[in-house]
């Protein structure tokens, strides 16, 4: 199993913080928000960058998220993912995580993800030339991109380019239903990324990002979810991304050090075959 963790979990602290801190509590991988690696550019050149991960010996494994703005700004969306396309590769990364637009009042679901498809076949084509991939992030209760079925609908619409498939994030998948079944027919070729978080109880409706905990503390059958994955063949990273305020004010040291150890209990659980009591 390939250890991540996402910028997210860490968001109050800057991307050289997250790059020592992610490295020192033990992954070998880092998904590096995207409004970081910004904020550090303007003062630090990308070859920089790029040293600082090789010395801390960690993989960049994303770039997130990045915004498919179909209904908003979509130039400054654009721009965005040019630069983003242009900073990758030269820290070794090939994949951009993107999350959809929603649906807009006065168009219809079959209007508004013909309006998605288009921009997104323009953005594979100028990731496909630099090499890059884009995984598109079904969203908890989304009005378009709620799931997988959706994500994949939505690939296809575009014309099914082969640099784009789709990102499983445990607690949006949760909070969108998403059936087991629908995780079986993910195409295994399609299935570029997973983001491994739980969330505390509550009604659906009502469980924001601000309710995630660390793996194993929550109500998602995670158990169930790695034996899925496990089962379509998937051998990528799994990413703990966590946006809970209350962590946040611990020290970074501390939250890395509590993901990783969460999520390798995680793992260790699921191939023992024991199972977390609260799920």
Request: charged share 20%; aromatic share 8%; net charge negative.
């Amino acid at each position: 199993m390939k250890y991540a963790l996402n910028g997210a979990t860490t968001m109050p602290y800057t991307l050289d913080e997250d790059i020592v801190a992610t490295a020192k509590a033990g992954f070998t991988g880092i998904e590096i928000w995207w409004d970081k690696a910004k904020a550090y550019l303007e003062k630090n050149s990308i070859r920089s960058l790029e040293e600082l991960l090789i010395e801390n010996a960690l993989e960049a494994v994303s770039l997130c998220p990045l915004l498919l703005w179909t209904f908003r700004d979509t130039d400054s969306a654009r721009k965005d993912f040019n630069y983003a396309v242009e900073v990758a590769p030269q820290i070794g990364l090939d994949l951009i995580v993107v999350a959809p637009d929603y649906q807009p009042a006065g168009l219809s679901v079959s209007e508004a993800l013909k309006a998605h498809a288009e921009e997104l076949k323009n953005l594979a084509g100028i990731a496909r030339s630099n090499g890059i991939r884009i995984a598109i992030e079904p969203i908890g209760g989304h009005t378009l991109v709620p799931g997988p079925t959706e994500a994949l609908h939505l690939i296809e619409l575009a014309g099914s380019p082969d640099n784009v498939g789709i990102l499983l994030d445990t607690f949006h998948y949760f909070r969108s239903n998403v059936t087991d079944q629908e995780i079986l027919s993910i195409p295994a070729e399609k299935l570029f990324f997973v983001h491994v978080n739980d969330v505390e109880d509550g009604a659906l409706n009502e469980l924001t990002d601000a309710h995630r905990v660390y793996p194993t503390l929550g109500v998602i059958p995670l158990q169930n979810t790695i034996k899925n994955l496990n089962t379509l063949g998937y051998e990528g990273y799994y990413s703990v991304e966590i946006f809970r305020p209350e962590y946040w004010e611990e020290s970074i040291d501390d939250i890395a050090s509590n993901a990783y150890h969460m999520l390798d209990k995680l793992m260790k659980e699921q191939k023992m075959g024991t199972f977390n009591s609260c799920i």
